[in-house]
DNA sequence: GTGGTCTAGACCACC
DNA sequence: GTGGTCTAGACCACA
């Protein structure tokens, strides 16, 4: 077995927070995102790190940069989030969540049941 | 957000790991487990923190303990990891899972159709 | 016969004081007890010692753990305590007891007598 | 709170033995009761360490010894045994017994039915 | 301050 | 060999 010491970077751990904020919605398509001081400060770390995440999701065209301005969410952005994490969430969660379904002796049809939001539960 | 230093400890780890082994089997019910010295060179860590895994592991009757002979799962410590893990499956991970399903606009009966082998899918 | 050369660990002797301090009350349910440090250096021990007797005694229900804050008495800690003792008393120290009477030759009635503190006996 | 080490001299243990065997009858009054060096390699002990436990059940007039022949249960042993061991039990056991009554909650009746070997449960 | 965890090294009891 | 316990000292997270 491995022993994970730190998980990730702290980098990717902001990343993966910028990330969310775009699929959510809370950072829209265009839209300005906090500047790197800021969410720094926020975040209770060194802005250098901030400023690692941000190159991050601008190599991964979700988010861009405008001289003098700050960043912006890319006017594709949301697409981008969504693809890249529906190719992680297929390749890696997906099999996972399979695998324990399996283990735990969970069902396509019980997966369902649950998965349902009590589709006639408290009818009455 | 939050930023994660160095998540849940060595222990816990080795715990979970243990509870995965006896749900896949490969620790099966009443077998001997690596003693704790063996597994604490396998993993590179103090005899110490192994010993804090397995009384974890022992408080939640998954194994038990045959002093001067080692560690055994117990015999119902299939059932019993089965039981835990499914808990903390439907109150911590599906939820998590659902919501990542909405942000990735995902729908149910997406879900099915990767979650199934290949169903007659691609037939023609 | 066997010879006991060090009998229980420490870790349990100072539980089991823990245990005597409930049932007296004066550790009151849901008060705070003494700091894993402090006690250890009152009885002048390792606080590890300490902290495996407290562990001890969280996994009986009787005392509970807030972060930060310290240990307290759990809210039914006198009652998970007084039953713990119960059973002990009941199953390991009466036999002996009763044992100890047969041998003596003291009868139900002599031990009535003795044990009562003094209900008109010696009066007249 | 005090810790205790080691509990009581080896030698205290062998002679509270001798003491019980008297009591129970085992060794009778004026039998002869095992060599000192018999003893000791039964209990795996040091043979000047049963000689110490005689020696103090001999000062106690429960044991004698007669030279060239051994140890010897005195003529009146086990009166001499009963003696001591109910006055130890009335001043130091009762009342930790009585003191444990009360803090179980358990009265004098429930004494009484816990010690009664079931007065007329299986009847018919 | 508090608990919680980890390491390194030691000694004991059981088999 | 095995588990079980203890010490000394360290660092972290929470409040």
Do not use: C, H
């Not at 990343?15 to 969410?39: C, H, M, Y």
């Not at 001289?67 to 099999?95: H, K, Q, Y």
Request: proline share 5%.
């Amino acid at each position: 077995m491995q022993i994970q010491p730190t998980n990730q970077g702290i980098y990717r751990q902001i990343a993966d927070f910028g990330i969310e904020q775009v699929l959510a919605g809370t950072w829209g398509n265009g839209e300005k995102i906090p500047s790197v001081r800021q969410l720094a400060a926020e975040v209770g770390v060194n802005p250098n790190t901030v400023m690692n995440a941000y190159d991050y999701l601008k190599d991964l065209e979700i988010i861009e940069t405008k001289r003098g301005l700050g960043f912006f969410v890319s006017s594709a952005g949301r697409n981008a989030a969504v693809a890249l994490r529906r190719s992680v969430f297929i390749e890696e969660e997906l099999p996972r969540f399979k695998r324990t379904l399996d283990l735990l002796g969970i069902s396509l049809e019980d997966l369902n049941q649950l998965l349902n939001p009590s589709p006639k539960t408290d009818d009455q």
